[in-house]
């Protein structure tokens, strides 16, 4: 190991590593981040469509987002940058007696745990945004505080922060080693050496597995593929992210919305799951969404597409992220498997382990590591995930 001593490492410069380094620096701690790629947000955030949405149904992802929501919201007016925040709101659409019936049940768990969200009735919703399609509409869920910003912008904007507050980074550099003593962390090796801590976060997005397992841990996190894609940009006409959970072949749900600059940005989750890491675009996706983005939103059809790309989701069992000190390895802190939403949970995430870290946990906080323990039983699935 080399003379340099960090009070925290942080593997992966990408969604949740970046938030996570500036939460850590602004306590004072001495934070060092190591990733495999050539810059800060290079792996999975460069893929991310940029909703940032705190509907969910799990509670612990709810406070996580929140906690996001008020930095994302808030970052231009304290920093000066611009990531392109636009607080449009989230829709969850219900076009079938049982989207509309599933909805409703998981108002009273939102707002329950402190999401503005209501349910609005046909003609409110065409009044929020009246280009969707009437025909069979039954109303939606609408949550207004819910927005977009730019992936890249942020990254940018997290990375200049975390500079600032003298965080170091080492790029093009890969883990290959957590390094234990006695049981507990003491270090990172990397192909080109060594840095010494006595904690770590596990911030590797699709790449955790095998970090975790050079540890002795086996967190269950395995990648998918999914694809999405962004039109030109054109006057705005709508405001939220649209979410359409009806299932069709191939496709278990899909969601669009207008950002800042006027492009639509779109994508679906795929059925199965495309497991893997190819991150290939293919020549199937844009025809089954366009279908379906056409149907729900008739005006799209002559807007013209700009190109498609394909990022990967590290998934859980059941579909929400592991977080917390791993029982196993003293100094070892999950922060693994965001299942594709690291980009709108990983300042909220980053937060929390930050008090985590520095044993200043909120009631709060407790509740979300409970709900998300390395060590909890991997069963059930989110309904909104």
């Given at each position: 190991?080399?003379?340099?001593?960090y009070d925290v490492i942080v593997i992966g410069a990408g969604s949740v590593g970046l938030p996570t380094a500036v939460s850590?620096?602004?306590?004072?701690?001495?934070?060092?981040?190591?990733?495999?790629?050539?810059?800060?947000?290079?792996?999975?955030?460069k893929a991310a469509i940029g909703g940032i949405r705190a509907t969910h149904s799990a509670p612990a992802k709810i406070h996580l987002c929140l906690e996001s929501l008020r930095l994302f919201s808030s970052w231009q007016a304290l920093h000066g940058d611009n990531i392109e925040w636009f607080q449009g709101g989230y829709v969850f659409v219900a076009y079938r007696e049982q989207e509309e019936k599933a909805l409703k049940e998981l108002l009273q768990v939102q707002q329950r745990h402190g999401l503005n969200i209501r349910w609005l009735d046909r003609d409110e919703l065409l009044d929020l945004v009246p280009a969707i399609a009437r025909d069979g509409l039954r109303g939606g869920t609408y949550s207004p505080e819910d927005g977009s910003a730019s992936p890249l912008l942020s990254s940018a904007a997290f990375y200049r922060r975390a500079v600032e507050l003298g965080v170091r980074f080492r790029f093009r550099e890969r883990v290959t080693a957590i390094v234990k003593r006695r049981g507990g962390v003491v270090g990172v090796r990397t192909d080109k050496g060594g840095y010494a801590?006595?904690?770590v976060v596990n911030a590797a997005g699709a790449w955790a597995r095998p970090i975790a397992q050079s540890a002795g841990l086996d967190t269950p996190v395995?990648?998918?593929s999914h694809e999405a894609g962004i039109t030109e940009p054109v006057a705005r006409f709508f405001g939220p992210m649209l979410v359409d959970i009806r299932p069709t072949p191939g496709a278990r749900n899909y969601y669009f919305y207008q950002h800042g600059p006027g492009g639509i940005v779109f994508c679906i989750t795929?059925?199965?799951?495309?497991?893997?890491?190819?991150?290939?675009?293919?020549?199937?996706?844009?025809?089954?969404?366009?279908?379906?983005?056409?149907?729900?939103?008739?005006?799209?059809?002559?807007?013209?597409v700009r190109r498609t790309w394909r990022g990967l989701y590290p998934m859980t069992p059941d579909g929400s992220p592991v977080l917390g000190w791993s029982k196993q390895v003293e100094g070892y802190v999950h922060a693994e498997g965001m299942c594709g939403q690291g980009f709108m949970l990983g300042p909220g995430v980053g937060a929390t382990l930050s008090r985590l870290i520095r044993g200043v946990e909120t009631e709060t906080d407790r509740a979300i590591l409970r709900e998300l323990a390395p060590d909890r039983e991997f069963g059930g699935e989110e309904a909104l995930k």
């Open positions: 190991m080399g003379a340099q001593v850590l620096a602004e306590a004072g701690l001495s934070t060092l981040v190591v990733d495999q790629f050539a810059g800060p947000g290079q792996g999975s955030n801590t006595e904690t395995a990648p998918d795929p059925d199965p799951p495309v497991v893997g890491t190819d991150r290939r675009e293919t020549s199937s996706y844009l025809p089954m969404i366009a279908t379906r983005m056409v149907g729900l939103m008739p005006k799209l059809a002559n807007v013209k």
